[in-house]
């Protein structure tokens, strides 16, 4: 999804009645297929090393989902090096921000990366100002956070490139209300019931609180409401109660830990705000019907 967030309002630019040239090649590390996390085969143009030979590169554009901590390798981070020194512009999409990290292409900026590994991010990389904005640029490099504003970012490039006419004529294409989607958080928008601002306060509370949670009452307040309305907002919407969701929050987390670190049983626990590592395998267990020693082996 991010990856056709990133390619479709080029390709939709460049269709437009006397739209601009546009040219891209996807390629991988090695220039050999790659499977996406959903079992979609992407069979790429080139390699990276061949593509960045041929020609400058306005926009080098990395695309990384999960997994992007076993993709740190010093041949990884060699071509894209490399292929950074020919390009006047680089873009990290979704959790490519931790490679180009990795790189050093961010030290002494500020960026962003998806919002589940925004503690991780800020811990592994302190020379980084990490930020929860859908999209930020900085000098030449530039980082977005998902799939949604990835989108937002390549409108943003079109007005840039080629003037808000066509940005505004690919949006319209794809039904997109950019001015809309700015205003928003990352998270999401689409709520039935009453109170949707209030809850979006609070959903935004419990994400900044992972690992040190926060009382319900402490949550109301930074919402804006009370206990009482908070339970209310979070029932009418979602169907769930606010300390259940919160609980989601954090096993969430301690999933996608499971799947993306080696960290230990006992530092998932702490990274995720439980007392122990008994209480989150619990918890664990009872939610998703498996351990996070099944996940880690499959």
Not at 178 to 200: I, P, V
Not at 261 to 266: E, G, K, N, P, R
Request: net charge positive; charged share 20%; proline share 4%.
């Amino acid at each position: 999804m991010v990856l056709a967030s990133a390619l479709e309002p080029l390709r939709a630019a460049s269709g437009l009645p006397n739209g601009p040239d546009i040219n891209w090649d996807i390629c991988t590390i090695d220039g050999a297929p790659v499977t996406s996390s959903s079992g979609l085969t992407i069979t790429p143009q080139a390699s990276l090393p061949d593509t960045v030979t041929k020609t400058d590169i306005d926009y080098l554009v990395v695309v990384s989902g999960y997994g992007m901590r076993d993709h740190t390798t010093p041949k990884i981070r060699a071509r894209l090096q490399n292929a950074a020194h020919r390009a006047r512009n680089i873009i990290g999409l979704d959790t490519a921000a931790w490679l180009l990290g990795c790189c050093h292409m961010l030290s002494g900026k500020t960026a962003t990366i998806h919002r589940q590994e925004l503690d991780q991010f800020h811990e592994q990389f302190p020379d980084i100002s990490v930020r929860s904005d859908r999209f930020i640029k900085d000098g030449r490099m530039i980082t977005s956070g998902g799939a949604s504003t990835v989108m937002e970012l390549m409108l943003h490039i079109l007005a840039q490139q080629f003037g808000s006419a066509v940005a505004f004529d690919v949006s319209n294409l794809f039904v997109y209300d950019a001015e809309n989607q700015y205003h928003l958080t990352r998270g999401a928008d689409r709520l039935q019931g009453a109170g949707g601002d209030d809850l979006r306060r609070a959903v935004g509370a419990m994400m900044s609180r992972i690992e040190t949670p926060i009382p319900l009452k402490d949550i109301a307040k930074q919402a804006g409401c009370s206990l009482r309305s908070l339970d209310r907002v979070f029932q009418d919407n979602l169907q769930i109660s606010p300390g259940k969701y919160y609980q989601m929050l954090r096993l969430g987390r301690a999933r996608d830990l499971a799947r993306g670190t080696d960290f230990a049983l006992s530092t998932i626990a702490l990274k995720t705000g439980f007392t122990s590592s008994a209480t989150l395998s619990r918890a664990f267990s009872k939610t998703f019907g498996t351990t996070i020693r099944a996940i880690r082996k499959n």
